[in-house]
């Protein structure tokens, strides 16, 4: 990327965004806990060298911002369209509210990503998370995708997800690396293991990750995965999922 350097150093949220937006392709070092970075932005290439702080690239419509480092909470909080790439872990609720775009996470991801995520037509949004989740993933999911690796984990028993995923999910897809043997799910979804054709419909997200990551997306794609979708009988689908 060909652009300006900006340093965070003594600045708060609302002069980096305002150096951002006026340099349009930026390096932003020494990025500290700043708030709300990128939020809004439409055409805008950011690199971020440290840790941000809440709300990265919310409500973000179309920029493109990577992170040499760790994220904290709301990632993608509402995002609309653009591509967010975390090359560390990430804080809680992820994605929330998310309606388009991408967000891909090198390592863990905290409590509730993807909660509240919606689609309407061509907007699918996705999360993929190359390590673990924490509990609540898929909360109130109304659309999207959003698929979670396992890698890097400690010990090969230990879950993907945490405690309670999918809890009133109504839409949307979720693809859990392994056979999930010992995760529970609500009575509202169906999890059963990934076909063919759904790992088909993953292929292009997995050579994304594996491009910006390093790794082979054909031995991600060879492994077993569960899929979860929500049953097809809930009574709130229609309210919240726009096909």
Known sequence: MDGKTISAKGLDSRAINDAIREAGNCLLTDCLGQRFLGAGMATEDITIEGIPGN???????????????????????????????????I???????????????????????????????????????GGCAGSFLG????????????????????????DFPCTGMHGGRMFLRGDCGGIVFPPQVTARAATAED?????????????????????LLASDFTVVTPDSRNPYQRMYVGN
């Open 91 to 129: 804080g809680d609720a992820a994605g929330y509210a998310m309606r388009g775009g991408k967000i891909f996470v090198r390592g863990n991801a905290g409590y509730r990503a993807g909660i509240h995520m919606k689609e309407y037509k061509e907007k699918v949004p996705l999360i993929v998370i």
């Open 55 to 89: 709300a990265l690239g919310a409500y973000c419509n179309g920029a493109r911002i990577t992170v040499h480092g760790s994220a904290q909470d709301a990632v993608g909080d509402t995002m609309n369209d653009g591509e967010i790439v975390v090359h560390g872990s």
């Open 139 to 162: 909360e109130y999911q109304a659309g999207g995708v959003i698929v979670v690796l396992g890698l890097g984990r400690d010990a090969a028993d230990t879950p993907v997800v945490g």
């Open 199 to 219: 790992m088909a419909s993953i292929r292009e997200p997995l050579e994304e990750f594996a491009a910006l990551f390093g790794g082979d997306a054909d031995e």
